[in-house]
């Protein structure tokens, strides 16, 4: 991995905001990309390329998503891989482009070409967190994760990046990440399991309701010359699907946590659902809530506006069922306020960093879970004055 | 017409907080309620009362929704409902109760009934505004309506009030509202003509997407004693929907211009859609996302955002067909960005109080339109410190 500076947010800044990743040899690729109807370019790029099932590079840079930009636009992402894949000595095919930053403005290709052949000859297995750091935006701090786990053929090593604070939501969050995995996988089988991964993390976590243009996952398995196989076994298979989803998880966590102004991450819980899909639409229609998410950063156990949020998911349920709960402390129970001094212990649940508000239909079995941030007064600051 | 403080919102506080509507004889009666699954005790005893068409009274009070208070809070509107109508010695079935305020708490029963009396001996046709900040929450000033147009009887006169400023969404805006009409109609053409004319006013506004509990809008037509009839013939009837409709819509503009925290009313417009519905739906989705509404704030012509959005309502169009303009100056031309200086000319329309932005979607003939507000650093003061 290499990162470096192309002044693509600021000319004159020496930040790093350009980064490559290359494996040994052609790898097992999947990806899960936005579901926004205008997608950028290098995400049209990237889904077709992926399509083969085999991917050797990704190049990725922050400050401009370049989306938006017409046919223009796909020829820049199409030259910039093409630089990569000369200076790599690999078909063009197997390179793919991220990017993310302000929408409608066109890359400055030619400072980017002109880092290529310097990132190459950086590429150090050591640069992850580098990488990392050069794709952030808004993000606090670069955010990596680093897993392992035995198969039968060997050690699977597993590591991830991702980048993301802002525009997040979920179909899905608006973020670049990438994983990559040591063993050898068979295309579909990461196809597979990169998607319900996806779906039980990074789809269920939101900062503000906003879907990108330019969001994309990227996984690569067996890159490297080894002789890991971590898909011939069953349970070989169960230990993969299991790592990467953790793997996910752990990324996912950190993006919420990262949510741009937010002070808290809160676990909507929502319990007794006809099915999964009901359950995830009322806990996302109350962790995407102004009022719900207003009243987490005043520590208001304001509960009104937690039920009205589910009132108007769109989900039928007999709103005298309903039981609420914000942490352990019960403040509503079959439709109706608990009596007593919830107020003062809901409150104090309020103030810690991190919480569940648990919300039981009383209709069905299902559940569905959603992690959700604050809106605070400087979220508005970030968004109002920051041009992403 | 008549208000008085029942100190609902704070007992030590003389702010008027209930408010009495009487008209002389029963009138010709409909009202639209919260979409909201979780209805308040007293949208579930106004939409059975009005179900028969006529109403003469609507006893109102803010500072408390009366919502997600199980039977106790059905028992107590009935109770209130019943103490208007003894004094006023009408049939408990013509009053009907409207409730706005903070959700789960009990309303204080007996100061209200205590009020009644009072309210009663007060009432007089020139309390309009007085009933209309009596039901005030986070509002800034009263909102009232008084049209007049003639018909083939004589001079129809229309007068409204309205009360909203955040929980406001679409289907339906969070509010309460009353129109009251000297002039006859039948019910089931009130109820008509009420409905169309929320549905293309009351619902095409949002503050920040959260639908209430208690939403209500009521009119009452021909409940003084006088000769007028407005649906006698079709050009009547067409003065009169036309007239509802004014009334609606001056009031739905006053609440979106009243929006908390907000300093911008901006016009979403949506054009070439392939229906009515799909260009509201994109209108709206551009119109509740944060990162607009923070964008709108920060008076940054940052269009991307706005295709951003659209592109995740759900709605299928063709990315490079797309038109966009902020104000009159185009951004945005077949999907690419507009070469030339149109960054300065954009703030410019986005530093006034008032614009449009317009959205061709070149793929049909449909339009819609959503009224939206900027999100400030004031609205999450607002409803980070204010219990509602």
Chains 1, 2 share one sequence.
Not at 3 to 18: E, F, H, T
Not at 353 to 371: F, M, Q
Request: net charge negative.
């Amino acid at each position: 991995l290499a990162a470096a500076s192309a002044g693509i947010k600021d000319p004159g800044a020496n930040r790093d905001d350009l980064a490559l990743i290359v494996a040994d040899q052609p790898a097992a690729a999947a990806a899960v990309t936005t579901t926004n109807l205008v997608a950028a370019a290098p995400v049209l790029l990237t889904r077709q390329r992926i399509a083969q099932g085999t991917c050797q590079a990704v190049i990725m840079n922050s400050g401009n998503a370049n989306a938006c930009t017409g046919t223009q636009g796909m020829e820049d992402t199409i030259s910039i891989t093409a630089a990569a894949a000369h200076e790599l000595n690999v078909n063009e095919d197997l390179v793919i482009p991220l990017s993310t930053g302000v929408i409608g403005a066109r890359l400055p290709v030619d400072r980017i070409l002109d880092r290529v052949p310097g990132l190459v000859r950086k590429l150090d297995v050591h640069s992850l967190e580098e990488v990392a750091r050069a794709i952030m935006t808004t993000d606090t701090h670069p955010k990596t994760v680093e897993l392992e786990a035995p198969c039968s053929t060997g050690m699977i090593h597993m590591v991830g990046l991702a980048k993301g604070a802002g525009m997040i939501a979920p179909n899905m969050a608006t973020m670049l990440a990438v994983i990559l995995v040591n063993a050898r996988v068979a295309p579909d089988f990461l196809r597979s399991v990169l998607g319900r991964a996806c779906e039980r993390t990074f789809n269920r976590i939101t900062v503000d309701g906003d879907t990108s243009t330019n969001d994309t996952l990227v996984a690569m398995a067996g890159g490297a010359s080894e002789s890991v196989r971590a898909d011939g076994t069953p349970e070989d298979r169960t230990v993969f699907a299991a790592l990467l989803e953790q793997a996910c998880s752990d990324l996912a966590q950190a993006l919420v946590r990262d949510g741009e102004g937010a002070s808290k991450v809160v676990h909507v819980r929502v319990r007794g659902a006809a099915d999964t899909d009901a359950a995830l639409l009322v806990a996302r229609t109350i962790a995407q809530s102004l009022l719900v998410k207003t009243a987490l950063h005043g520590e208001d156990p304001n509960w009104g506006r937690i039920i009205a949020a589910a009132g108007r998911a769109g989900v039928p349920f007999q709103p005298e069922r309903l039981n609420l709960s914000i942490g352990d402390v019960p403040v509503l129970r079959n439709g109706t306020p608990v009596a007593g001094d919830w107020e003062e212990k809901a409150h104090a649940i309020m103030q810690q960093r991190e919480y569940d508000i648990s919300l039981e239909l009383n209709g069905g079995h299902a559940e569905g879970s959603i992690d959700t941030t604050d809106l605070s007064a400087e979220y508005v600051r970030i968004n109002a004055d920051y041009r992403s």
